[in-house]
Structure formats: C-alpha cells, structure tokens
C-alpha cells in the first residue's frame, strides 16, 4: 500500500507484487497523493510495518510534512502499522521547528538513515523512542 509516486512507479514494473494505490491528489513537490480519499483506504488497512518518510524529524514534535494532508495521512498510516520505520537522511535532522505540520511519533520506532547522521542527533531520538537504528551507505546513483 503506497502513496508515493516513485514507490508505484517501481513496483509497476514488478510480476510478483501486488500494489494498492491510495486514492486522493497529487502533490507534486515530494509526489504523494493525499486527501480524504487516501484516509479513508488507510483506515482500512492494517499492516505489519509502515515506512514513513520525513521532510524533517525533531525529537521534540516528530516527522514534519510539506502539507497539512500529509501530516493527517502520515499520522494515521503509523497507527495503522504493528511497526513504524521513518526513512530520513542525516541532512533531515533538527531541533529546529521550523515547519508548520506534524506528525507524532509512536513510542517506540525504527530509524533508517544514512552514515552521516550524527551522533548527537541519534541520542536524543533513541531518548525519544528510536528503538532501533539502521544505518546504510548512500546511494551512488
């Protein structure tokens, strides 16, 4: 189950898997739709893990969105799922709060990151409930 369009675009092109697109509009900045038509698919799914991406991750408010929507939708998305990993980049990380939509954090969760994030950073998310941490090499691409 997706609302990312790179995610449907390289799925699309697999036999083996099955994928539900969520209804909704499309943004175009990050490519995800939302909206209440996607809502309403989520809230009739339960999954086992939800991978949700940030603009930006705070200890303090959690994983903040371009839009209001994306907020709504990310926040249900991981009360829908037995397991929340946030996908985020070293250059993700702040204790500023500079954007005006969040989502919460569960209490506890996974971070996916890269090498680079710094040490600092991890402490306070772990305090916060990063249970686990999975850090990989960048992409070469």
């Not at 390289?10 to 175009?28: F, H, K």
């Not at 893990?49 to 994983?63: D, E, L, M, T, Y």
């Not at 969760?109 to 090499?137: F, M, N, P, Y």
């Amino acid at each position: 189950v997706t609302n990312g369009i790179r995610a449907i675009n390289r799925l699309a092109v697999s036999q083996n898997v099955q994928v539900m697109v969520l209804g909704g509009y499309l943004i175009g900045t990050n490519g995800t739709i939302c909206g209440g038509e996607a809502e309403a698919m989520i809230g009739r799914v339960h999954g086992d893990f939800a991978f949700v991406g940030a603009v930006r991750v705070s200890p303090r408010r959690g994983i903040a969105s371009l839009t209001y929507d994306q907020a709504r939708l990310k926040s249900l998305m991981m009360r829908q799922a037995r397991e929340v990993c946030v996908i985020a980049d070293s250059s993700k990380f702040s204790f500023d709060d500079d954007y005006p939509y969040w989502s919460p954090m569960p209490p506890q969760w996974t971070l996916i990151t890269d090498v680079g994030v710094e040490q600092r950073h991890l402490e306070v998310l772990k305090e916060q409930g990063a249970s686990r941490v999975i850090l990989v090499e960048p992409d070469a691409e």
